[in-house]
């Protein structure tokens, strides 16, 4: 006997009210079918799938009317060998997930680890939502402000292969260096000698690929180190047109910082590296953005192919930020998708799930496969954070406090891990939350980010954080879809740095 | 929003499998496939090819083909 399984998905195409696509969260399959193989597929649930005791939940769009009628033989074998239907119960289809769930986040943990560097928690600008704002505002915190010397950075490099044996590589496996550079703000002109030595320490160690995020005001003390094979890739972020800009991203003393940014900028587009902006966004400078993508094309900056540009909601993660003045992810992406029909040109501003329109795009192409993320992001799998001290973070929003460190490099380049808070980051999945055990879009959306939902449910960890993601979902596949089906121009971009 | 072109109306077929060489990649159970890829990264190798992918501080996977299953 053949139920719908748990994870399947049913997302509408507007505009077409005789065929719709199912996915399968676990499979990866994408299909088109009628509506009436979906009313069909619906009818065969096993009650309506359970509400989660906290977060969103968005509904399912509705069925069509009418009586459930089988489709064909064929069709059916078609929907059971694509895994739309189970002949597993609810319970059983859920513990094979977590058998196959718990494999998958195996498979990540098995990767090279990947490697940030702190060169400093200072920073030259003072932007009034950043969420480290207490480290340079705050005295007590003031300790924190010193300097990775390149003695700290040599103990580090000497205590990667440990950490790499714990992710079970050998030490005779060709090193596959990824490291960043984040802070603070990691590109001061001050830093240089470090961020040198570092990359010039990776380059020793073997194939190595280095990125940094960066406000971007002294990347001119990097020129010759931005090129595809050292300094790759910068996120630099541009919070609107200059004027608004300059009200938001300021130094200390009040002055913007837009000129030097869009100076250094422009060099590092002609350096050849990847340059992501990011634009950081609340109900305050919503306003900015189509002069913001006007400004961009009249900087000629969207004509290099290695420009990339993602607009990311504004989290309310310190006092000053007032929580009524930002969107979630879902609310920024409508209100982007609206302003493209009114302004052509925010077509330049990357939406927030854009990723998961390319994806979909890639599929639908047959340029690609299913991303099945069993964890959120790489602090659950192998990113690895050294602060100035030689601490040791999972998570670049959680650093600076030692007491939810993971572990600590000491004099000797041995590590001290903390293996509770560590397995605590390392084992969070979609199987080990519960609610998100039962979601259908866990494998695309893989549990949200875990310190915001942390932060929501009052310090629970293995929570869900949804922000919007059913109807992010859907509405980025079936966009895919029509602009597959009418032929749309398709061009993969750098991915986004984060994807909070 | 955008409208599908109907041009030429075609009868709605029952299903189309807009991924169907995904299930070509390894038939048979999913479970016993991930076993496979991991008794193949035993040795050190990468089980993704990191450098490929397009991704920063973070392979989401679905570029570089890691993770093919049934």
């Known amino acids: ?500 | 929003m955008k409208k599908q072109k109907m041009g030429g109306r075609e009868p709605v077929q029952e299903i189309v499998s807009l991924n169907d060489e995904l299930f070509s990649f390894v038939t048979g159970d999913p479970l016993a496939a991930l076993d496979e890829r991991l008794a193949m990264v035993a040795g050190g190798g990468s089980a993704c090819e990191t450098f490929t992918c397009a991704s920063f501080g973070g392979c989401t996977s679905f570029t570089c083909g890691t993770f093919k299953i049934n």
């Open chain 1, 1 to 500: 006997m053949l139920r719908t399984s748990s994870y399947t998905i049913y997302v509408d195409l507007p505009g077409n009210d005789e065929e719709m696509l199912l996915v399968h969260t676990y499979t990866g399959a994408f299909d088109r079918v009628s509506r009436r193989v979906a009313t069909w597929v619906r009818s065969l649930e096993a009650g309506r799938p359970p509400k989660p005791l906290y977060g969103e939940w968005t509904p399912e769009p509705p069925s069509a009317a009418g009586e459930a009628v089988p489709p064909s033989e064929a069709t059916i074998e078609i929907l059971h060998r694509r895994g739309y239907l189970t002949p597993m119960s609810r319970e059983e289809e859920e513990a094979f997930f977590t058998q196959y769930v718990e494999k998958l986040h195996t498979l990540y943990l098995r990767r090279w680890p990947t490697y940030l560097f702190m060169p400093t928690y200072d920073c030259n600008l003072r932007c009034g939502y950043c969420f480290q704002d207490h480290m340079r505002t705050d005295g007590r915190f003031a300790h924190l402000l010193r300097r990775m010397t390149p003695e700290m950075a040599d103990r580090l490099f000497a205590a990667m292969p440990k950490i790499e044996a714990l992710h079970g590589i050998p030490a005779d496996a060709e090193p596959q260096v990824e490291i960043g550079f984040f802070g603070g703000e990691p590109l001061l002109a001050a830093n240089r000698p470090l961020v040198e030595h570092v990359i010039r320490r990776g380059v020793e160690r073997g194939k190595a690929r280095f990125w940094a995020i960066s406000n971007g005001t002294e990347l001119d003390a990097y020129e010759d180190l931005l090129s595809p094979d050292l300094l790759g890739s910068v996120q630099i972020t541009l919070d609107g047109p200059p004027d608004e800009h300059d009200k938001r991203r300021v130094y200390a003393g009040g002055q913007g910082s837009w000129e030097r940014i869009a100076r250094n900028l422009r060099m590092a587009l002609d350096r050849g590296i990847v340059v992501a902006v990011r634009t950081n966004v609340d109900r305050t400078n919503l306003h900015g953005l189509a002069a913001l993508a006007e400004e961009i094309a009249a900087q000629g900056w969207d004509r290099y192919p290695n420009f990339a540009s993602q607009v990311a909601p504004i989290r309310a993660s310190n006092d000053k930020t007032d929580a009524k003045s930002i969107f979630n992810t879902w609310e920024l992406d409508r209100q982007l998708t609206a302003m493209r029909e009114s302004h052509p040109a925010v077509a330049v501003l990357g939406r927030q799930d854009d990723g998961l329109r390319n994806q979909a795009r890639r599929i639908f192409s047959r340029r690609g496969l299913p991303s099945f993320k069993p964890s959120f992001c790489s602090a659950h799998t192998g990113m690895y954070i050294f602060d100035p001290f030689g601490d040791i973070y999972a998570c670049w929003e959680k650093t600076g406090d030692e007491k939810v460190r993971v572990g600590r490099v000491d004099e000797s380049s041995e590590v001290h891990f903390n293996f509770d808070l560590r397995a605590l980051w390392q084992g969070r999945t979609v199987a080990s939350n519960p609610v998100c055990l039962k979601c259908r879009y866990n494998l695309f959306c893989g549990g949200g980010c875990a310190v915001l939902a942390a932060d929501r449910s009052g310090g629970d960890f293995y929570r869900n954080y949804c922000d919007g993601f059913a109807h992010r979902f859907r509405a980025s596949v079936a966009e895919a879809y029509l602009d597959h089906v009418e032929g749309q121009a398709f061009a993969d971009k750098p991915d986004a740095f984060c994807d909070l």
